[in-house]
């Protein structure tokens, strides 16, 4: 198998030119655009209504999210929505593997020998994905980013089983169908992410957050002593005088 012959698949709103050309100067030779599902387009009360999203994905739009999984926006939902289409298309198709590719990928400058090598390997393990992502530090189970993947037909059966009604992001969602061991991931570093403004993220102060009862009933015992004392202290000092 070589990758550079696989079928590629960039979502985007609009053909990206400039991303084509790269493409094909890296060595793909199936290069196609896939036409982006515009989250924005829906109401949170229709995605709730049509079964689409949860209930716990509703609020997340609504009161915005509290958790770095939950959805930040309706892009967000309209992001997995984009990934599922291609995932139907990959067993629909037929097709053995597939490229899928965001427009913020931020590509090599050269694919070498040995990195076909690797990715070869990953994807020989069945229902595999080699992942072009970065591990969450703090849990090593969790994977960030879906710039740039290569997917199995196999793993595409598995994923297009639950997408609905989304619940998570896209890369919590194949993370979480990861650890159930549905799908086989492994990441390879192969290409990254862009800089540039997200329309799908947002700031998710929440999420700095704990989300333990312990954490909270100590912040408010140290609250009461700290007030406890300035009061000890206020009103001893006035006894004295």
């Known amino acids: 198998m070589n990758i550079l012959n696989l079928p590629v698949y960039y979502i985007s ?12 100067v890296l060595g793909f030779t199936d290069i196609n655009h896939f036409k982006a599902v515009d989250g924005r387009k829906f109401t949170p009360e229709h995605l709730m209504k049509n079964k689409i999203i949860t209930i716990r994905a509703y609020n997340d739009l609504i009161y915005n999210r509290h958790e770095w999984s939950g959805i ?15 995932w139907e298309k ?17 590509l090599p400058e050269k694919i070498e020998q040995s990195d076909v090598e690797q990715i070869t ?26 710039q740039i993947y290569i997917i199995t037909n196999k793993a595409c059966k598995e994923l297009i089983k639950d997408t ?12 979480h169908k990861n650890n159930t061991k549905d799908i086989n991931i492994e990441t390879y570093k192969l290409a990254g992410q862009k800089l540039h403004k997200s329309s ?13 009862d312990t ?12 007030a406890s004392y300035i ?10 005088v």
Request: overall charge neutral; hydrophobic content about 40%.
């Open 121 to 146: 390997k990953i994807l020989s393990k069945g229902h595999s994905i080699n992942l072009t992502s970065l591990v969450n530090p703090m849990n090593s189970e969790i994977f960030f980013g879906t």
């Open 200 to 212: 799908i993220q947002n700031i998710c102060f929440k999420c700095f957050l704990p989300n333990t």
């Open 215 to 226: 954490f909270y009933l100590i912040l408010i015992l140290l609250i009461i002593a700290f």
């Open 231 to 240: 009061f000890y202290k206020k009103y001893t000092k006035r006894d004295l």
């Open 13 to 24: 709103f609009n053909r990206k030119e400039e991303l084509e050309d790269k493409l094909k």
């Open 72 to 86: 930040p926006s309706l892009g967000a939902v309209g992001c997995t929505m984009s990934h599922d289409k291609l």
């Open 90 to 106: 990959c067993v629909k198709d037929n097709i053995p593997y597939m490229i899928i590719l965001e427009d913020d990928v931020d």
């Open 164 to 175: 609905y009604p989304i619940d998570v992001q896209t890369d919590w969602y194949m993370s």
